[in-house]
């Protein structure tokens, strides 16, 4: 089983509509949750840090189910600069796995 | 806005060459890494640095890697005798806190290495 293991996409979604993404990962002593974004052959991003509590950053959801070992990440009201490769990160320690990413388009 | 520099943007070797990759992180930054990411492919780990030693690495971080912290602000990465599988973006990052107390790693643009 991947570390990390996400959906590639590409997710190809109109306009306004709500997108979710999700993310496995496989060391249940994982510590840290993250999703970043890249932007094509740019550097990645931090989008949030997830909680387990679930947390919220205006069109933007994140939720993290430990015993499931399971983060997802909900876009509400998706705009045309959403599109981009969502990344999904777990941390244990100073080491940080990234997912392979989630290709989103946002088309007009 | 403070951000970690990466030099050079792009660089083009002959396999079997010494590359080093510099970095400047973020001033207050207490640690320090470095990522890498294959055309296409995911962002990989290569190792992290805090306190002037390396904490943890990759088996990606093999004998040919080295890291170095050569005075207050540089942050160096050097392949001793690339191959051609060494081509790849590579990244520095940097953060004030530890992962596990959620610290948020701030990327540089990447240095692109081109083995030929």
């Known amino acids: 089983r991947k570390e990390v293991e996400q959906d590639p996409g590409p997710f190809n979604v109109p306009e306004g509509a709500t997108v979710a993404f999700n993310c496995t990962y496989s060391?249940?002593?994982?510590?840290?949750f993250f999703w970043y974004r890249q932007d094509c052959r740019k550097e990645p991003k931090l989008l949030m840090s997830?909680?387990?509590s679930g947390n919220e950053d205006g069109r933007f959801t994140a939720q993290l189910n430990r015993a499931s070992q399971y983060i997802s990440l909900l876009i509400r009201d998706s705009k045309l600069s959403d599109s981009a490769t969502y990344l999904c990160?777990?941390?244990?320690?100073?080491?940080?796995?990234f997912g392979t990413g989630t290709k989103l388009q946002v088309i007009p | 806005e403070p951000e970690v520099t990466q030099t050079p943007s792009h660089q083009v070797t002959q396999m079997g060459q010494e590359v080093i990759l510099r970095c400047v992180p973020i001033?207050?930054?207490?640690?320090f890494y470095w990522y890498r990411q294959i055309l296409g492919q995911k962002v990989e780990f290569l190792v992290s640095?805090?306190?002037?030693?390396?904490?943890?690495k990759s088996e990606i971080f093999d004998d040919q890697f080295s890291v170095e912290r050569p005075d207050g602000s540089n942050f160096t990465l050097k392949i001793r005798s690339t191959k051609l599988e060494d081509s790849a973006m590579y990244f520095c990052?940097?953060?004030?806190?530890?992962?596990?107390?959620?610290?948020?790693?701030?990327f540089g643009e990447g240095s692109r290495l081109t083995v030929l």
């Open positions: 640095f805090y306190n002037n030693e390396i904490s943890e």
């Open positions: 997830v909680y387990s």
């Open positions: 060391n249940s002593a994982s510590q840290s």
């Open positions: 990160v777990v941390g244990k320690g100073q080491k940080v796995t």
């Open positions: 990052a940097s953060s004030e806190a530890l992962q596990g107390a959620g610290g948020e790693l701030f």
């Open positions: 001033s207050n930054h207490l640690y």
